[in-house]
C-alpha cells in the first residue's frame, strides 16, 4: 500500500501562497500550494511560482539547490534540503563556508541563472553537514551567462554573500571583496529609490506582511 502524502510542518504562510514539510513514499519534500490564495493575488502567485519552477529546471538537480518535482499551475513540490537558515546557524569566522558558498554561486551564474535575492538570510541554509546550500528561487532570472544583463545581476547576487561574510567572517574578506562590497551598480540605487519603496507600500500596508528581509516576522 502507498503511504499518502501527509504535512509534517507548516514553514512560511503568506499572501502569495502556504509552504509546508511534507512527507511522501518517497521521503520529506517541501510544498509552496497557491490553491487557497486570495483571487485578486492568483496571478502575481502564480507568476512568482512559475519562476521558480522554471530555475529549478535550469538548475536541474544541482547539488546545494532543490530539485523540482512536480508543478502544475498550481502546487509546487521541490525536493527538501536538511538543513538551518543562516541566521540560526550562522557560520560565525568560517571562512571554507564562505568560500563553498562562493563556489557554488558561480555554478550558478554558468548555469545562467541569477537568484536576485540572496540579501535575505533564509535563503542560505547551512546544511547538516555544515556546507552552504541557496533555496526559494521565485525572484530567479535566466538567461545567457554572458550577456550583460546577467552579469549584473550575478555581481549583485556576489555582493549580497560578501554582505554576509562581512556580518559573520569579516577577517577573511579580501582587498578585492572589500572593493567589490563599496560599488553600488545602478541597479542596486534604482532599487533603493524606486523599486524598494513599492515593495515596501505593497507588503506592509497592504498586505499587512513584514518579513524582516528573510528573518521572519518582527516581534
Excluded at 514553514?11 to 518517497?26: E, N, T, V, Y
Excluded at 490564495?37 to 519562476?51: C, I, K, M, Q
Excluded at 568560500?99 to 545562467?112: F, W
Excluded at 537568484?115 to 538567461?143: C, M, R, T, Y
Aim: hydrophobic share 40%; glycine share 6%; charged share 30%.
Amino acid at each position: 500500500m502507498t503511504e499518502p502524502v501527509r504535512e509534517i510542518a507548516a514553514l512560511k504562510a503568506d499572501s502569495f501562497g502556504r509552504i509546508a514539510l511534507m512527507q511522501g513514499p518517497g521521503g520529506p519534500f517541501v510544498r509552496r500550494d497557491l490553491r487557497h490564495v486570495p483571487w485578486w493575488l492568483r496571478l502575481p502567485a502564480w507568476w512568482l511560482a512559475r519562476r521558480e519552477a522554471r530555475a529549478l529546471r535550469r538548475l536541474g538537480g544541482l547539488p546545494a539547490t532543490p530539485r523540482l518535482l512536480r508543478w502544475d499551475g498550481r502546487v509546487l513540490d521541490r525536493s527538501y534540503l536538511d538543513g538551518e537558515v543562516l541566521y540560526r546557524r550562522p557560520p560565525r569566522g568560517d571562512a571554507a563556508w564562505f568560500h563553498a558558498a562562493r563556489r557554488l554561486l558561480h555554478t550558478l551564474h554558468r548555469r545562467g541563472l541569477a537568484h536576485n535575492d540572496l540579501a535575505k538570510e533564509a535563503n542560505w541554509l547551512v546544511l547538516a553537514d555544515g556546507s552552504p546550500a541557496i533555496v526559494d528561487f521565485q525572484l530567479a532570472s535566466v538567461g545567457d551567462p554572458r550577456s550583460r544583463w546577467l552579469r549584473l545581476l550575478a555581481r549583485e547576487d556576489l555582493r549580497h554573500l560578501l554582505k554576509h561574510k562581512r556580518t559573520y567572517c569579516p577577517q577573511a574578506l579580501t582587498p578585492v571583496e572589500r572593493r567589490l562590497l563599496q560599488r553600488r551598480s545602478w541597479l542596486r540605487e534604482a532599487w533603493f529609490r524606486t523599486g524598494k519603496p513599492v515593495y515596501r507600500f505593497v507588503t506592509r500596508r497592504m498586505l499587512k506582511w513584514e518579513d524582516n528581509e528573510g528573518q521572519g516576522p518582527k516581534p
